[in-house]
């Protein structure tokens, strides 16, 4: 059964720590995509990726960055959390060409910062 | 950038009745369409797609109508179940790999 594994379905964190949210995926996808869920405002890209060592922001890139050095994981990183980064994390990937809007997301990780 | 309103909830049901989610958006060209859903302590999932004006996706019995004249991509199911609760989503597709999603509609199907 294809995947997306997100390593860590809740984390708990401090104000002005660094985090990792890992991301594996085994279906030789292209693209990932990290995305941020919060109540009343739905999905909101944070950045994604085309290719290996390849970037682009998405629509709330500030306060996060991203690193793609294999094509199988993507990771987003907090470097500094603060207490509005605590949201639903979701990770997703999809092939190129014509299905890449058909994206394959993981089950999501919870933070909270305090 | 393309961009999608869609029907705010929560949506009540009991099982059986018919389920309504309006979705409208508005894009550059003419996207593809698609309805995620999620189910409970679940990531988004795809329902259904739709690639051209007038074409109808379905799926686990729900349907929605690919309408270019509206700019619209309602979502229907004609007898809802209890396992249909969850989170519907529209999203218009992008050229640069990009879904728009909507602010997503919790529906709750009671027996």
Redesign the interface.
Same mark, same amino acid.
């Given at each position: 059964d294809v995947k997306?594994t997100q390593s860590s379905r809740y984390l708990v964190k401090r104000t002005g720590e660094k985090v990792f949210l890992e991301c594996v995926q085994d279906m030789d996808h292209e693209?990932m995509?990290w995305?941020r869920q919060d109540p009343?405002?739905?999905?909101r890209?944070i950045y994604?990726s085309?290719d290996v060592k390849m970037k682009e922001k998405?629509d709330i890139p500030e306060g996060y960055s991203v690193s793609r050095e294999k094509k199988e994981r993507f990771s987003l990183i907090l470097e500094s959390a603060s207490t509005n980064q605590t949201s639903m994390y979701?990770c997703?990937s999809?092939p190129r060409g014509s299905g890449?809007?058909?994206?394959?997301?993981?089950?999501?990780s919870r933070l909270t910062v305090l | 950038g393309n961009s999608v309103t869609q029907m705010e909830g929560p949506v009540t049901l009991s099982e059986e009745a018919f389920l309504t989610i309006n979705c409208t958006y508005t894009a550059t060209g003419y996207p593809?369409l698609?309805w995620?859903v999620q189910y409970p &302590?679940?990531?988004?999932? +795809?329902l259904l797609?739709a690639t051209k004006a007038d074409d109808k996706g379905s799926n686990k019995g729900f349907e929605a109508t690919y309408r270019k004249e509206t700019t619209s991509f309602h979502l229907e199911k004609g007898s809802v179940q209890v396992s249909d609760s969850a989170v519907y989503?529209c999203?218009p597709? &992008?050229s640069n790999?990009? +879904?728009t999603?909507?602010?997503?509609t919790l529906l709750t199907v009671n027996p």
């Open positions: 997306v693209n995509f995305y009343g405002l739905g999905l890209l994604f085309y998405g979701l997703a999809s890449a809007n058909v994206l394959t997301f993981g089950a999501g | 593809s698609f995620y &302590g679940e990531g988004l999932q +795809l797609k989503f999203a597709g &992008g790999y990009k +879904l999603f909507g602010k997503g």
